[in-house]
Structure formats: structure tokens, C-alpha cells
T-cell receptor, first 108, second 115 residues
């Protein structure tokens, strides 16, 4: 079955604290994984993709095929990181599967 | 920066009525998508469209739904006879090319309320 699981609906952290948003996937092929973010009153936008191995806004995500995970991490959370975060799996030539999303709240 | 635009932002309709949700993808993009998000639930794939035909569709995309690219710019989603459970946020997305890492560019969404 093709599935993306984000176990936490809400994650609250204090400013400056580390953040880890969990994502697990189920896919029989070679996974292609993304993180999308939706800030308040804005559209869904790409944050990062696993192939890039880049750090965007201080966020990184490593694909762990053994654990079928693609957790999103940031060492020091900022208030402007507060948003809805969606993990997504490309599950076919034209189809992406999204997780249910995790709302990150960074408290002052 | 070019954006995907969707109209209207909010549509209220009565059960059984037909609705058309409109999208203008980014002009040089070739692949188009509709997703929906029922309140409190995940973003679900409905359909993808390329070269004037449906490329892939989900089990949600039944005979009540259809998509069309009536001209060179618009991409529409029609729901023939709306049901209460069609109430959701509908997102249009487009991508430039279909390489493995080409990101989806989303519109702001249309909130459909069926009463």
C-alpha cells in the first residue's frame, strides 16, 4: 500500500528549541519524498525534496530507507516557522500522496 | 514570481447542483492536477492532466467529476451533481516538467461548501 503517515497533528516547541516533524512512508518502489509547507493564509509550497540534500530555512530531512522515514528537522526553531507541514510521496508518474500534516507552533 | 490562480476563493452551492472550479496554471507548465482537502483531513489526489487528457485519477474521481482545459490558459474541475461530502478545499497545482523532482506549484484553493 502507498501511504504517508505523520503521527503528530500538532507540535508545540519553544523558540530556539530543536524541532523534529515525523514522516513515515509505505511504498514498494524507490521513494521520492518531499516536504511542503503552508504558512497562515498562504498556499502550499515546496520546502525541500530528499534528492537535493539541501537545507532550506534551516530545515533538513534525511531519507532513511531502513526505517522508511523522512523526518524534518531544524536545530533551533523560529517563530516564523509556525505553519502546517506536509510530507509527500511521489507514488507514480503523475500522483503525489500527502500525509495528514503536522501543525508546528513555535512559542515565544 | 508566476503563480497558479484559482477562482472563486469560496463557492457555496446546494446539493445536486453543478459547480465548476477554475484554475489558471503557470503559463509554461504542462502538467496539471486537482487535489482536495476535507476539513481536518489530508490533502487527497484527485486527478492529473497532461496533453489534453487525464493521466491518472484516484478512486475519488468518479463519474461525477470531470476536468477540462477549454482554452490555452484555464483548467477546470466540474462536479456534476454535488453531494454534501464534496464540501472541501480544492487545490489546483501545476508543474513545469514531469521529471522526478519537479515540484508542484499550488493555487490558494477554492473552498466549496455544499448545503
Amino acid at each position: 500500500a502507498q501511504r504517508v503517515t505523520q503521527p503528530e497533528k500538532l507540535l508545540s516547541v519553544f523558540k530556539g528549541a530543536p524541532v523534529e516533524l515525523k514522516c513515515n512512508y509505505s511504498y514498494s518502489g524507490s521513494p521520492e519524498l518531499f516536504w511542503y509547507v503552508q504558512y497562515s493564509r498562504q498556499r502550499l509550497q515546496l520546502l525541500l525534496r530528499h534528492i537535493s540534500r539541501e537545507s532550506i530555512k534551516g530545515f533538513t530531512a534525511d531519507l532513511n530507507k531502513g526505517e522508511t522515514s523522512f523526518h524534518l528537522k531544524k536545530p533551533f526553531a523560529q517563530e516564523e516557522d509556525s505553519a502546517m507541514y506536509y510530507c509527500a510521496l511521489r507514488a507514480g508518474t503523475y500522483k503525489y500522496i500527502f500525509g495528514t500534516g503536522t501543525r508546528l507552533k513555535v512559542l515565544a | 514570481e508566476p503563480e497558479v490562480t484559482q477562482t472563486p476563493s469560496h463557492q457555496v452551492t446546494q446539493m445536486g447542483q453543478e459547480v465548476i472550479l477554475r484554475c489558471v496554471p503557470i503559463s509554461n507548465h504542462l502538467y496539471f492536477y486537482w487535489y482536495r482537502q476535507i476539513l481536518g483531513q489530508k490533502v487527497e489526489f484527485l486527478v492529473s492532466f497532461y496533453n489534453n487528457e487525464i493521466s491518472e485519477k484516484s478512486e475519488i474521481f468518479d463519474d461525477q467529476f470531470s476536468v477540462e482545459r477549454p482554452d490555452g490558459s484555464n483548467f477546470t474541475l466540474k462536479i456534476r451533481s454535488t453531494k454534501l461530502e464534496d464540501s472541501a478545499m480544492y487545490f489546483c497545482a501545476s508543474s513545469e516538467v514531469q521529471d522526478r523532482w519537479s515540484p508542484l506549484h499550488f493555487g490558494n484553493g477554492t473552498r466549496l461548501t455544499v448545503t
